[in-house]
Protein backbone atom coordinates (compact mmCIF):
# COMPACT_ATOMS: atom_id res chain seq x y z
CA UNK A 1 0.00 0.00 0.00
CA UNK A 2 1.30 3.41 -0.97
CA UNK A 3 0.61 6.34 1.29
CA UNK A 4 0.54 9.97 0.43
CA UNK A 5 0.80 12.13 3.33
CA UNK A 6 0.18 16.56 2.84
CA UNK A 7 -1.09 19.45 4.63
CA UNK A 8 2.04 19.82 7.35
CA UNK A 9 3.66 23.46 7.72
CA UNK A 10 4.42 26.34 10.14
CA UNK A 11 1.99 27.32 12.22
CA UNK A 12 1.65 29.72 14.85
CA UNK A 13 0.23 28.54 18.18
CA UNK A 14 -3.77 28.82 18.34
CA UNK A 15 -3.68 28.15 14.67
CA UNK A 16 -5.12 24.85 12.79
CA UNK A 17 -4.36 22.91 9.92
CA UNK A 18 -5.69 19.35 8.35
CA UNK A 19 -3.12 16.83 7.40
CA UNK A 20 -4.51 14.41 4.34
CA UNK A 21 -3.51 11.17 3.49
CA UNK A 22 -4.42 8.98 0.51
CA UNK A 23 -4.01 5.38 0.20
CA UNK A 24 -3.19 3.44 -3.09
CA UNK A 25 -6.28 0.72 -2.56
CA UNK A 26 -8.87 -0.36 0.23
CA UNK A 27 -7.13 -2.42 3.25
CA UNK A 28 -8.84 -4.84 5.40
CA UNK A 29 -12.06 -4.12 6.86
CA UNK A 30 -10.26 -5.17 10.36
CA UNK A 31 -8.17 -2.42 10.22
CA UNK A 32 -8.88 0.88 11.34
CA UNK A 33 -6.94 3.60 9.73
CA UNK A 34 -5.24 6.98 11.37
CA UNK A 35 -2.29 8.64 12.66
CA UNK A 36 0.58 8.65 14.45
CA UNK A 37 3.23 11.37 14.97
CA UNK A 38 6.96 10.92 15.53
CA UNK A 39 9.23 13.42 16.87
CA UNK A 40 13.25 13.05 16.80
CA UNK A 41 14.66 10.28 19.20
CA UNK A 42 11.77 9.51 20.47
CA UNK A 43 9.15 6.56 19.71
CA UNK A 44 6.28 7.05 17.33
CA UNK A 45 2.77 8.23 19.56
CA UNK A 46 -0.78 7.18 18.43
CA UNK A 47 -2.59 10.56 18.01
CA UNK A 48 -5.86 9.51 16.33
CA UNK A 49 -7.92 6.48 14.55
CA UNK A 50 -10.87 5.90 12.62
CA UNK A 51 -12.71 2.09 12.56
CA UNK A 52 -14.67 1.64 9.27
CA UNK A 53 -17.77 1.78 11.22
CA UNK A 54 -16.85 5.44 12.01
CA UNK A 55 -15.93 5.13 15.18
CA UNK A 56 -12.97 7.13 16.62
CA UNK A 57 -10.54 7.25 19.23
CA UNK A 58 -8.14 9.99 20.17
CA UNK A 59 -4.83 9.84 22.70
CA UNK A 60 -5.59 12.14 25.94
CA UNK A 61 -3.43 15.04 24.46
CA UNK A 62 -5.18 16.02 21.33
CA UNK A 63 -8.73 14.65 22.30
CA UNK A 64 -10.77 17.67 22.14
CA UNK A 65 -8.89 19.59 19.37
CA UNK A 66 -8.20 17.02 16.74
CA UNK A 67 -10.49 15.34 14.74
CA UNK A 68 -9.96 11.96 12.43
CA UNK A 69 -12.43 11.63 9.42
CA UNK A 70 -12.15 9.54 5.98
CA UNK A 71 -13.47 9.62 2.75
CA UNK A 72 -13.80 6.12 1.56
CA UNK A 73 -14.44 6.87 -1.67
CA UNK A 74 -11.27 8.77 -2.60
CA UNK A 75 -9.46 5.91 0.10
CA UNK A 76 -8.37 9.21 1.95
CA UNK A 77 -7.96 9.84 5.82
CA UNK A 78 -8.07 13.42 7.01
CA UNK A 79 -6.94 14.91 10.62
CA UNK A 80 -8.22 18.28 11.51
CA UNK A 81 -6.12 19.81 13.89
CA UNK A 82 -7.34 22.93 15.71
CA UNK A 83 -5.82 24.76 18.87
CA UNK A 84 -2.40 23.63 18.20
CA UNK A 85 0.32 23.68 20.38
CA UNK A 86 3.91 23.66 20.39
CA UNK A 87 4.51 20.26 22.00
CA UNK A 88 1.78 19.18 18.59
CA UNK A 89 5.13 19.69 16.45
CA UNK A 90 6.00 16.20 15.04
CA UNK A 91 6.23 14.01 11.79
CA UNK A 92 2.52 13.34 11.56
CA UNK A 93 2.18 9.73 9.62
CA UNK A 94 -0.72 8.24 8.52
CA UNK A 95 -1.58 4.00 8.79
CA UNK A 96 -4.34 2.63 7.07
CA UNK A 97 -3.81 -0.78 9.23
CA UNK A 98 -4.32 0.30 12.79
CA UNK A 99 -5.34 -2.75 15.03
CA UNK A 100 -5.68 -2.08 18.91
CA UNK A 101 -4.67 -4.00 21.56
CA UNK A 102 -6.69 -3.27 24.67
CA UNK A 103 -6.32 0.65 23.92
CA UNK A 104 -2.83 0.04 22.57
CA UNK A 105 -3.10 1.19 18.84
CA UNK A 106 0.05 -0.31 16.41
CA UNK A 107 -0.09 -0.76 12.92
CA UNK A 108 0.11 -4.45 11.33
CA UNK A 109 2.35 -4.05 8.15
CA UNK A 110 4.50 -0.79 8.93
CA UNK A 111 2.95 1.13 6.16
CA UNK A 112 3.60 4.68 7.52
CA UNK A 113 4.84 6.33 4.24
CA UNK A 114 7.06 9.70 4.34
CA UNK A 115 5.14 11.74 6.74
CA UNK A 116 4.16 15.41 6.68
CA UNK A 117 5.98 17.89 9.06
CA UNK A 118 3.61 19.90 11.15
CA UNK A 119 5.62 22.38 13.31
CA UNK A 120 4.03 24.96 15.90
CA UNK A 121 5.82 28.30 17.00
CA UNK A 122 4.97 29.91 20.31
Known amino acids: VQLQASGGGLVQAGESLTLSCAASERTSSNYAEGWFRQVPRMEREFVAA???????YYSDSVKGRFTVSKDVTKNTVYLQMNSLKPEDTARYYC?????????????????WGQGTLVTVSS
Open 95 to 111: APDLLDDIGSWYSDNDW
Open 50 to 56: IRKNGST
